[in-house]
């Protein structure tokens, strides 16, 4: 595994570090083909995109048959990186674009990550309950909120109240202002991984019950 998340993730199992391998050899494969993340960010993946998506390891641990919905996953971030992080919970990642959800079955089936199933398909047409909801700069967070504030189960079964997970870049307050509703943790990625340069980057968690009373008003 690359030498900054060896010194970041230390405690990860080595089955769990060699897939993590395998998917960036697999992300750069299919990024010749299709653009899922930009061509000059390919170079720094592990830096770039996989540390931001492994840094939830050290705040969330999960419970067996935990069921996880990712929505917008794209190349299966955070989603795919999280099933191989947690082999115990069950995902569902999902995306409007076609070729996006051929690119995430091909991967977890080529590392047999048998926790993991893709559709392609809309978040709204979902109508099943989740302990935890994930997406990555998928869109403004008000309008993300509008999609899932009814698909979170609520309770506390595991480290965290279940809710949202939401990787977010850029200002936080006019989105906290405009929902109406306190996040529970707010974690910076430059806290979360020592020495790394991630301005503005953040995982935010909301609970279930309060997304249930987000104003999500689009215009």
């Keep these: 595994m690359n030498s900054e998340l060896t010194k970041w993730f230390p405690d990860l199992p080595g089955k769990t570090s060699e897939k993590l391998t395998g998917y960036a050899a697999l992300m750069r494969e299919?990024?010749?083909?299709?653009?899922?993340?930009?061509?000059?960010d390919i170079e720094a993946f592990e830096v770039n995109h996989l540390a931001p998506c492994v840094a939830i390891t050290h705040k969330l641990n999960l419970m067996d048959g935990a069921r996880v919905l990712d929505v917008g996953t794209g190349g299966g971030l955070p989603g795919l990186v999280m099933a191989i992080c947690y082999p115990q919970a069950r995902f569902l990642l999902v995306d409007s674009v076609g070729k996006k959800i051929r690119v995430v079955?091909?991967?977890?089936?080529?590392?047999?990550?048998?926790?993991?199933?893709?559709?392609?398909?809309?978040?709204?047409t979902i109508n099943k309950e989740f302990d935890f909801i994930t997406g990555r700069a998928v869109t403004a967070l008000p309008r993300f909120i509008s999609w899932i504030k009814k698909k979170g189960r609520k309770g506390k079964k595991h480290s965290l109240e279940n809710g949202l997970l939401y990787w977010k870049g850029g200002p936080l307050d006019d989105d906290l202002k405009s929902l109406g509703i306190t996040p529970r943790h707010v974690w910076q990625l430059e806290e979360l991984l020592s020495g790394g340069t991630y301005p503005e980057k953040y995982i935010v968690h909301f609970a279930a019950q309060d997304l249930a009373r987000a104003k999500v008003l689009i215009s």
Excluded: F, G
């Design 30 to 40: 299919w990024n010749e083909k299709i653009n899922l993340v930009s061509r000059k």
């Design 105 to 124: 079955d091909d991967i977890a089936k080529r590392l047999e990550l048998k926790n993991v199933e893709a559709r392609h398909c809309r978040v709204e």
